[in-house]
């Protein structure tokens, strides 16, 4: 199996390498490593132990984030060297101050595994949520270098519990210790003969409650909220905009609605803004009585999210009629509730807050507008369901210390 994984690892580069000039992120990708041992060659921490954390993607460096930020906080001799998987991840935080050093993980073949190890000599690894790299995951255990899984999340139907998936069970097994989500992924691991295995919860609470303490005023938006019953719509895609563009079209005269595209494209933030009926004002072009008047506001940069939040009453999260739903968390850690598409399952706590009345699924547009109508009428329902999203958010905070206590006291460390 691992033969076929390394054939398979460099099929895969090679055919970023080919689509790189047809493709932006492809080509992010493929540069972002070209030459990558020459580029970092004279890497020196300055004698100071070197704690690695690597990450997927942007939304896993979320996740990842409080833990970083608390272990500098504990030790600022400490460095930390952070690596992501993805562009997506790497270019949007490639500054990040609390990091020393900020790179792509090369390749994972074994010789690319050597050589990182040997360049940047890290004393403790940790790795967040679904990162599962053979070559550096065995490279880490055979030289006792301890490794950790952060806020890990596991469902019946992965790899690890099929019939044909020992191999990957075996890379469970070789780390030092997983820090799983909840009781379900414990209860998963556990028969599977994985006992390194404790339930610390997810960071990403620890992360929102931080966001939320520290949110920024955004003059503009209170003026554009005023008195009025305000919705948020963040990390809307096609779907997602149709409904609102419908909803406020028809029905939605007395609302004001917050409209934030997960993906920031000018020509389709403009065919966006011609849809809707009505004053409709871009946050970048927004002055003074335009912005009160106007009964919708496009967000046209990034950024801004987590604190727009909190000048809504109810928020609608966008993805839920694709692949998956984004973060719902920023919303509720201001006792918002939230609507959401269909596809949401596999997000645990989506699930948790439809159970307990902090969140809405809904399935199509009749649905969506009479979810929206009953939580914009009826003042009671709105405040218990907000209730219900902002105590699961506190009541789900603390993994970060848990995590960190467990890091620091290991004896390559402390």
């Known amino acids: 199996m691992r033969i076929v994984y390394n054939i398979?690892?460099?099929i895969y580069c090679i055919i970023l390498f080919l689509v790189a000039p047809f493709n932006k992120k492809a080509a992010l990708w493929y540069n972002g490593r070209k030459n990558f041992f020459?580029?970092?060659?004279?890497?020196?921490?300055?004698?100071?132990?070197?704690?690695?954390?690597?990450c997927a993607s942007l939304g896993e460096f979320e996740q990842g984030r409080p833990v970083i930020e608390e272990i500098k906080n504990s030790d600022k001799n400490i460095f930390i060297l952070l690596t992501f998987f993805s562009p997506s991840g790497y270019e949007i935080r490639k500054d990040y101050q609390f990091a020393d050093a900020i790179c792509y993980l090369p390749a994972d073949t074994p010789s690319n595994a050597r050589r990182f190890l040997e360049l940047f000599r890290p004393d403790i690894a940790l790795f967040v949520k679904y990162e599962f790299w053979y070559n550096y995951i065995s490279l880490l255990k055979n030289k006792g270098i301890p490794l950790y899984l952060i806020s890990a999340n596991f469902r019946p139907g992965q790899i690890f519990f099929r019939w044909y998936g020992r191999w990957f069970k075996k890379m469970l097994q070789m780390?030092?210790?997983?820090?799983?989500q909840d009781e379900n992924s414990l209860e998963l691991l556990r028969p599977a003969g994985i006992a390194n295995v404790s339930v610390a919860?997810?960071?990403?609470?620890?992360?929102?409650?931080?966001?939320?303490?520290?949110?920024?005023?955004?003059?503009?938006?209170?003026?554009?909220s005023g008195s009025k019953f305000t919705i948020v719509a963040g990390s809307t895609w096609g779907p997602d905009n149709n409904l609102w563009v419908r909803y406020m079209n028809e029905k939605g005269h007395d609302l004001k609605l917050?409209?934030?595209?997960?993906?920031?494209?000018?020509?389709?933030?403009?065919?966006?803004?011609?849809?809707?009926?009505?004053?409709?004002?871009?946050?970048?072009?927004s002055e003074g009585s335009e912005i009160k008047s106007a009964r919708v506001l496009i967000i046209d940069n990034i950024g801004m999210l987590s604190s727009l939040y909190s000048y809504g009453r109810l928020a609608y999260i966008g993805g839920g009629f694709g692949k998956g739903i984004h973060n719902i968390l920023e919303a509720c850690t201001y006792a918002v509730p939230v609507i959401f598409g269909p596809n949401y399952r596999k997000f645990r706590e989506a699930r948790e807050l439809v159970e307990l009345g902090g969140a809405f699924p809904v399935e199509d547009y009749d649905t969506f507008c009479e979810k929206v109508d009953s939580l914009v009428n009826d003042d009671n329902q709105l405040a218990q369901a907000g209730i219900a999203a902002g105590n699961y958010v506190r009541e789900g905070t603390g993994a970060t210390r848990i995590i960190v206590e467990k890091v620091l006291s290991a004896d390559v460390i402390s």
């Not at 939320?212 to 554009?224: G, L, R, T, Y």
Request: aromatic share 12%; glycine share 6%; no cysteine.
């Open 201 to 224: 919860g997810d960071t990403r609470f620890d992360r929102v409650k931080a966001l939320a303490d520290s949110k920024k005023e955004i003059p503009a938006v209170a003026v554009f």
């Open 175 to 180: 780390f030092s210790h997983l820090f799983v």
């Open 8 to 10: 398979f690892i460099n």
């Open 258 to 285: 917050i409209i934030a595209p997960h993906e920031i494209n000018e020509a389709e933030i403009e065919k966006l803004a011609d849809r809707f009926t009505g004053q409709v004002v871009r946050f970048s072009r």
């Open 38 to 54: 020459e580029k970092y060659k004279g890497f020196d921490a300055g004698g100071r132990k070197v704690v690695w954390i690597h």
